[in-house]
């Protein structure tokens, strides 16, 4: 595993093994969620990537398993190794990234546990990740969709998080509208952490244009005018981030509201405050 093996090992130190996989989880699991656990492990994937919900309710826990598909990708997460560019895998990324915004106390589903399949070569063929279920929770696209009167709350909603990530020093480049979600009752909550940063940036005003645009250029400016996006904006600047410097943060925001931003360009942006337009 990547970094310290001795961290990982300590903090989930319970292994399930069952035919060629290898999970390991914080706490000994309870009979019927290990038996969910090898259910999980039988089933065919369906696809590259499947998210589900553990197949017994009574767990809590929610399920994400990646079929690895290179030769080189599977040596790489085998080894713990990152690739050229310095980054790992999305979904060791997911993985680091997860436990390290839990343990900061961020409002994300808690690390519960991972794992992998290996073939007879002993190469990682499936990747698992296990985390907190959210339950009575909606995420917001799925909101809007089914109400779309609620944009409004949603949004808001959105930036109170994007704000209240930042104090822990978590900066989520990819946190639009459907990675957030809704309970019943009190605050959002994050999910899908694989392309997050920790820490400083020397680039926070152009970071933040960014994350303000994305949300509006993934979905959300179907359900409102860009008039009234802006306004929102500005207003949800004014209670959370009034020192925000406008000219790097204008420069990106105009730009991130209408045009595709890539994962990699996103890293750009965090470390050297650039994204080239299109236009």
Known sequence: MVGDPQIW????????????????FQ????????????????????????????????????????????LKKKWRMQRGNPKRNGMYDWPIEELIN????SKRGARVPELIGYGY????????????????????????????????EAVNAVIEATFELLHALQRRG????????????LPEQGKARAIDLENCFFGHTDYPDETL?????????????????????????????????PNVGRAGFDRIYALAKHQEVGRLERRDIFHSGKLKSRW
Not at 49 to 67: M, Q
Not at 118 to 141: A, N, R, Y
Not at 170 to 181: G, K
């Open 209 to 241: 244009g960014f994350q303000f645009g994305f949300i509006y250029f993934r979905e959300i400016y179907r359900y409102i005018t860009e008039a009234d996006y802006d306004s929102a904006v500005e207003r949800a600047l004014a209670k959370h981030f």
């Open 170 to 181: 978590v900066t989520h480049m990819d946190l639009w509208v459907a990675n957030v979600m």
């Open 98 to 101: 997860t436990r390290e915004a």
């Open 27 to 70: 706490t000994a699991l309870p009979r019927h969620t290990r038996q969910a656990i090898e259910q999980l492990v039988e089933q065919a994937p369906t696809a590259k990537r499947v998210s589900a919900p553990l197949p017994c309710s009574a767990s809590g826990l929610f399920a994400k398993r990646e079929k690895l598909d290179s």
């Open 117 to 148: 399949t290996s073939s007879k070569l002993g190469l990682m063929q499936d990747f698992f990740l296990i985390t907190e279920l959210l339950h009575d929770h909606v995420d917001g696209i799925s909101r809007i969709r089914t109400s779309p």
């Open 9 to 24: 090992q300590d903090e989930y130190p319970h292994v399930v093994r069952y035919r060629d996989a290898t999970l390991h």
